[in-house]
């Protein structure tokens, strides 16, 4: 008897991680919950917990109020700054308006043309929400009362060049505005109540833009960083430096901790005036103002190398919790308060996924390579770890069923990598140099019995064969070749090892695809048939059968017995990129330059369905064990999550055509009752016009006013659906007699704009209507000569 298969068709995206922050400014939350990310033209609210995006600003469902959208919506958001309340949130766009923004609730307050002659480049709320000032590259900053968007103040000629920072303060009960600029020095103003504004502080001691404005809790000293490698402690009454303490690096960021921490290296909780800094060399350092003396340089687990710069430190307070905002849009977290572990790491932004790999015992880590020379390694609540070891960058990996806690790596810098996981921790434990140029596909063994080995394909032409020697975690060993062949003309795209680990099979741009003994790289088998370039090449998890996807848009399945073309499957309209098995290999899943997937069955050739969710080339697919995830990745810097809810949306289908017929009958029955009400409310429901047209028919005649109570009293929207019926039911003569009473019942409702026919039924409905009237105008004509006939024809009767 043969089994039944059960075919996956329905596949539907559950999560999608996608880019939130692509540089810029960058805001934490008081309750420390949510991240405010400038993301290209947007302002994304990131929840930390699930890491995922719980609203742009502005976005689809922005209130705009009394604004036109068009005018915002294009208009590229430049900087943004978060009130200390978390109240109110300020944009500063490209063509110089300053928007304010409820942002819990996506909806405008109030905008206006802030007239800098430059670009914006800072904004900041002072304490009350009352002010908010802005600064340009015009060497200018304003100060605006968001009530009425009127400029209240007007700060310039003293000032030099693009403000760089802009820092409100209250100094005892008298508001104070802190700038700086490219002129490097310091300037403070009063703000008095009729306008006015007095310089009361001129602090020279930088050489270089000021980049970090803080203040101790009395207000008495200021703490200054910038870009000359130096923070300067201030006292603000004496208006003269206290401090300066060279840091030797360019500063960029800085936040002040609380004045009692816990640090590595001291058995005791220490108490000062805590400063933690980071710049150019990718460095968290922390510092102690009064005593001038570093504390602490970096994070266990930092490499000193290829560090990449700090742009922001962000802090929370009731939480104890410090952010680090690197160049590469990575956002990490430490908790203060237990001598700074790190509890959470964030990738704002991956730019183009190249590849993707499950790994781990029960594929609960999955890795990214992603125009890095970093791995991004995800756990199962999208925890983000970085690998380091590739100086340039990473494009292809690898795992198998029989070495799940091994990870291979390939690069531009002409290496591969082998990775060992061990407590939840990735090392690398193997490097092999030897090929000449990038190197594109990799591949590990599946017999966990046997020592495993790796197969590398290369620009340079090549395929290599690597012998693992016995692995230790903490070392890393230099491997050496066992076998290399000159495998095509052009660049090797992929390599995959069959389940047996007897064959390799090679994919290249010479329109070829190879099959080798894994013993000794000899040729088996060569198969041609592509027209353009293989991308992609898979051994059949079942049978002896390789499948190859090509830039000619096709999937060809081969036999390995006589390497010819068993079929080919068309029906990808563009490059397939890459390919698998699916369903124990009756399926196919693949992937094109298109952003479509496409899940295939491969008895019939037919393609089930098309997965649409990416928008831009699909590099990537990673099929967990138990095959119930698939990740994709691409050029549109998503991941995306699909799981497969075949058999729940077969249950749901099933359950849907139980209820329908349930109520098919209870609508018979309604009828034969002759309970209208209720049966005209069920078959708008389920979308039976015929019935409608019936209920209404039985009332037609001479029971108008039964007919008008009855449209009366249903709802708002199942009128609609019956004005909508009615529309159609007048494009028939047979029926129109109906649709004409519905609709004269309705036209009170219509003039009063409770309901409405949409402008491309409107059309039709008045052509039809002059058609009937015309026709029926005709027929009385008919008629009333018809009758003149028949009494002209009395009289003669009667003689």
């Not at 800085?254 to 460095?283: H, Q, R």
């Not at 849907?656 to 009400?677: C, V």
């Not at 949409?758 to 005709?778: E, S, V, W």
Request: include cysteine.
């Amino acid at each position: 008897m043969e089994r039944q298969v059960k075919i996956k068709d329905v596949f539907k995206p559950v999560s999608v991680h996608k880019e939130f922050y692509t540089g810029g400014s960058i805001a934490l939350t008081n309750d420390g919950k949510n991240l405010l990310c400038q993301c290209r033209n947007h302002v994304t609210v990131v929840d930390i917990d699930q890491v995922s995006i719980s609203r742009t600003i502005p976005d689809g469902l922005t209130t705009y109020n009394s604004f036109e959208e068009s005018d915002y919506t294009d208009d590229y958001i430049l900087t943004f700054a978060l009130s200390e309340d978390n109240t109110l949130l300020a944009t500063g766009h490209k063509s110089g308006i300053i928007s304010i923004w409820n942002w819990k609730e996506s909806q405008m307050i109030t905008c206006w043309k802030s007239g800098h002659k430059g670009v914006l480049a800072q904004l900041c709320f002072n304490k009350d929400n009352t002010l908010i000032a802005s600064g340009g590259t015009d060497s200018c900053v304003k100060v605006w009362n968001i009530e009425g968007h009127s400029c209240s103040y007007r700060l310039a000629g003293s000032l030099r060049g693009v403000i760089s920072v802009i820092v409100f303060r209250q100094i005892k009960d008298k508001q104070y505005i802190f700038v700086s600029s490219d002129e490097s020095s310091i300037r403070g103003w009063l703000l008095q109540s009729n306008s006015k504004q007095t310089q009361k502080y001129h602090l020279k001691g930088h050489f270089s833009p000021v980049t970090s404005i803080l203040f101790d809790d009395d207000n008495s000293h200021l703490i200054s960083c910038g870009r000359d490698k130096a923070v300067i402690y201030w006292d603000l009454k004496e208006e003269k430096k206290i401090r300066t303490i060279p840091v030797y690096e360019s500063i960029e960021a800085a936040v002040l901790l609380p004045n009692c921490i816990e640090l590595p290296g001291y058995e005791k909780p220490i108490i000062g005036t805590f400063l933690a800094v980071g710049g150019d060399t990718g460095k968290l350092r922390i510092f102690d103002v009064e005593k001038g003396t570093e504390l602490y340089s970096s994070f266990e687990g930092d490499s000193e190398k290829n560090n990449p710069s700090i742009d922001h430190l962000l802090y929370d307070s009731e939480l104890r919790c410090l952010y680090k905002v690197n160049s590469n849009h990575n956002i990490t977290s430490y908790i203060i308060s237990e001598k700074f572990p790190q509890c959470k790491q964030m990738t704002g932004y991956l730019d183009e996924i190249l590849d993707i790999a499950f790994f781990g015992d029960h594929d609960n880590y999955f890795a990214v390579a992603a125009n890095s020379c970093d791995i991004h390694v995800y756990n199962q609540n999208m925890n983000c770890s970085l690998l380091k070891g590739h100086t340039d960058l990473v494009v292809s990996l690898a795992t198998s069923r029989g070495f799940p806690n091994l990870l291979v790596s390939g690069s531009k810098d002409n290496a591969i990598r082998v990775w060992m996981m061990k407590d939840d921790i990735l090392n690398c434990v193997a490097v092999g140099s030897r090929h000449t140029a990038s190197v594109g596909a990799v591949a590990i063994s599946f017999n966990s019995s046997l020592s495993p080995f790796v197969v590398s394909g290369s620009e340079d032409n090549t395929l290599k064969l690597w012998k693992l020697p016995n692995l230790k975690y903490k070392t890393c060993l230099t491997l050496n070749v066992s076998k290399t062949e000159i495998a095509h003309e052009k660049a090797i795209n992929s390599v995959c090892i069959s389940p047996n680990d007897a064959l390799i099979a090679t994919a290249s741009q010479d329109k070829t695809a190879k099959i080798w003994s894994a013993k000794d790289l000899s040729i088996v088998g060569i198969l041609r048939g592509h027209r353009r370039g293989v991308w992609c090449a898979k051994f059949s998890p079942v049978d002896q059968v390789l499948l190859t996807s090509s830039a000619d848009a096709t999937l060809r399945l081969w036999a390995i017995s006589d390497f010819s073309c068993l079929k080919t499957l068309e029906g990808q309209d563009c490059a397939i990129l890459n390919c698998d098995f699916l369903n124990n290999g009756i399926q196919i899943i693949s992937s094109g330059s298109d952003g479509l997937l496409k899940v295939w069955l491969i008895k019939s050739g037919e393609c089930l369905t098309t997965l649409d969710h990416h928008a831009a080339r699909v590099w990537a697919i990673a099929i967990s064990k138990d095959e119930s995830k698939i990740l994709t990745g691409g050029a549109d810097s998503r991941i995306v999550f699909w799981h497969d809810q075949t058999e729940e949306s077969r249950l749901e289908n099933l359950q849907q055509s139980q209820e329908k017929l349930e109520q098919e009958q209870q609508l018979a029955n309604l009828i034969k009752a002759n309970e209208l009400l209720p049966a005209l409310q069920l078959a708008i429901k389920l979308d039976r016009p015929k019935q409608a047209f019936k209920i209404l028919d039985s009332l037609s005649s001479g029971k108008t006013d039964a007919l008008k109570n009855l449209i009366d009293q249903l709802r708002d929207d199942h009128k609609e659906t019956l004005l909508n019926y009615a529309v159609t039911w007048n494009t028939n003569s047979k029926h129109c007699f109906i649709a004409q009473l519905v609709i004269s019942l309705m036209l009170e409702d219509i003039a009063e704009k409770k309901l409405k026919i949409p402008d491309k039924n409107l059309d039709g409905l008045i052509a039809y209507t002059i058609r009937h009237n015309q026709r029926l105008n005709t027929l009385m004509e008919d008629l009333h000569l018809v009758n003149y006939t028949l009494k002209m024809m009395q009289p003669a009767a009667s003689q």
